[in-house]
Each structure stands twice: as C-alpha cells, then as structure tokens.
C-alpha cells in the first residue's frame, strides 16, 4: 500500500503547520493511505531522517513548510526515484507556485491522492542544489537581511524591505561567464533561474521551465531609482525580461571567478560561497509531484488566458441574460 512520508518544519510560515499537517494526513488515513508524521527540530536533519526511511518506489515523500524545507529534502532525493510532493506552507513557496499547487487542505489531499509524477531538472552552485533560483546581488542581499532573523518573512514584508534598501543598495562588482562568454562590471543582481521566479509569483526568469534542461539567467544591470516601481510591476506582471537594464540568457553552465559581495543564495536561503564557483544544470534530476494535467505555462502568456477565460465567462453570462429577455421584448433588437 502507497505510503505518505509527510515531513513537517513546524515553524515556517505561519508556524501552525503540525495542525495543518495532522489535519491533512485525517483527510488521507480517510482515503485508506498510509501516513508518517515526521517533524523536524533543526536545520540539515532531513538527510540523515531520510536515510532512515524504508523508502520504497511507491512511497511519496511530503514536504510541508516553505522554501528551505523543500531545498533541503529535494537535495536529499536528486537522483533517485523517490518521488516528492509539495505542501506550501512556507512565505513565498516559488516551487508550489511554479507548478501552481492549491494551498486549500481538500485540494491538497486530492492533489496528493491523484498527482502525477514530472523529472524536473535541478541547478547546482559548486555543492549546493536549488530548484528555483540562485544568485547574487540585490536579491541575495534581501535574502541575507532576513535570514539573520528578527525580521519576519512575509510577501508585504519583503515589499516594504525592498523598497527600503533600494534606497541605500551599491551594486556589486562580478567577472564570471555564461557557456564561455564573458561578464564583467557592475550589476544590480545576477540570477540563476531553474524556476522562473522566486516566489510569491515574482517572476524573475517568466521564460524558465523547470524540464528544459536548461539555466535562465537574468542580468539587472543598475538602474535610476525611479524606475524601481515599474521594475517591482514588472516582475509580478511577468515581463521582467523585457524591460531597459535587464539582460537573459540560456546556458547550461556558468563560471563565476569573483563577486565583490559575500552574499550568495540558493532559493532564498543564504551561504557562503568560494569562488571560483560553477553553477550547472543537472536534467531530469528530481522526481516531483506535480496536480494531474500539470504542463509548463509562462506567467504572462496564462495571465493572457485567464483575461480570455474570464472575458469568454463573462459574455456567456450575457448571452444568457439576453436570451432571458428576449420573450419580453420581441420586437427590440439586442
């Protein structure tokens, strides 16, 4: 019988995830699954916790918490075929987003009973794996701020700092190549998507999919002040890559020789980086759940349908009023 591994991190987020999480597994014992409610207690545990497990193929591994949490399980499961689901739980869930999960408990348990599994592919920083995105510059250095704690995480919270230190930020002076062409100056941040955003649906790389076997590199070179609210737009809009300042590339690899700055993440989540550093794409390398019928949309092309759907839903409505009106007026034209 298909067993569920639900590893919960109790703090992220919101920090009421072992009540969610028990509440979840309720809806599955229900369905006759089996569940194993495993809560971590500190950081890097999940490696030795998952070497532990019986693992067998039919088995799916359950990450609920944020970001981190889903890093540092899916680095544990690259290159296996144990597959991992999703429950985001988490302040900007850009994996859960990318793949559009629900974050309802009745869709999740559906999600988790019927999802289908994708190979996605996985990004590497010298030893460290991400799944969204990696870097330096001024998103590393946001994601430094508030993972020295005491500033809660949060979407208006990272809004309210970005806006802050944009203010007072230098860009940071970088050599490093893409695929063997050569980069050198000052930026104000240089990403590596695998993903194409870093969460709460910014779209830093809105060309990235996770199954192309590629890297989607996006270079904000520094830009005037005041065109921080329209950049800010565009990256939710889903159209970051096509704004003055900003430079996107395709590369299956990366060299960085120098950063002038020590901050350095990978999905959001600060280290130290030595240089000279190799950022790669390795294809098909994590077996993840996606909802049934999942494929690849960029953002501002499904935004684009969405408008449609809602207008085609609209005029079916009216077409139905007027046709309600119609005997009451037969001889007005509609």
Not at 176 to 199: E, H, R
């Amino acid at each position: 019988m298909k067993k569920y591994y639900f590893i919960i991190n109790p703090i992220a987020g919101k920090g009421n995830n072992l009540p969610f999480g028990a509440a979840l597994a309720g809806m599955l014992l229900a369905k006759q699954a089996q569940v194993e409610v495993i809560t971590l207690t500190k950081s890097g545990e999940t490696a030795d916790i998952l070497r532990r497990l019986p693992l067998t193929a039919d088995d799916t591994v359950v990450s609920i918490g944020g970001d981190g949490t889903v890093n540092e399980i899916a680095s544990s499961l690259v290159d296996t075929d144990y597959p991992l689901a999703i429950v985001p739980r988490g302040s900007g869930n850009g994996l859960a987003n990318t793949v559009r999960l629900p974050f309802r408990k009745k869709l999740l348990a559906k999600y988790l009973l019927e999802g289908e599994t994708r190979r996605i592919d996985a990004g590497k920083a010298n030893n460290n794996h991400f799944f969204c995105t990696c870097g330096f510059g001024f998103d590393a250095h946001i994601a430094a701020l508030f993972n020295r704690g005491g500033t809660k995480r949060g979407g208006n919270r990272y809004v309210k700092q970005v806006f802050k230190e944009l203010l007072t930020y230098e860009p940071v002076e970088a050599d490093f190549s893409l695929d063997g062409k050569a980069c050198t100056g000052k930026f104000f941040l240089v990403t590596f998507s695998n993903a194409n955003q870093y969460g709460n649906n910014f779209y830093i790389a809105p060309e990235a999919d996770i199954t192309d076997g590629l890297l989607h590199v996006t270079i904000v070179h520094p830009f005037p002040q005041l065109l921080a609210p329209l950049m800010s737009t565009a990256l939710a809009g889903g159209f970051i890559n096509k704004m003055p300042y900003v430079e996107t590339y395709t590369v299956r690899q990366a060299e960085i020789r120098s950063v002038s700055s020590s901050c350095f993440h990978c999905d959001g989540e600060t280290l130290t980086m030595h240089y000279p550093a190799t950022v790669e794409v390795q294809e098909k390398a994590l077996n993840l759940v996606v909802p049934k019928g999942w494929e690849h949309t960029p953002p501002l092309r499904e935004s684009i349908e969405k408008m449609n759907d809602t207008f085609n839903d609209i005029m079916a409505e009216l077409e139905k009023i007027r046709k309600q009106f119609l005997p009451l007026f037969p001889n007005y034209k509609f």
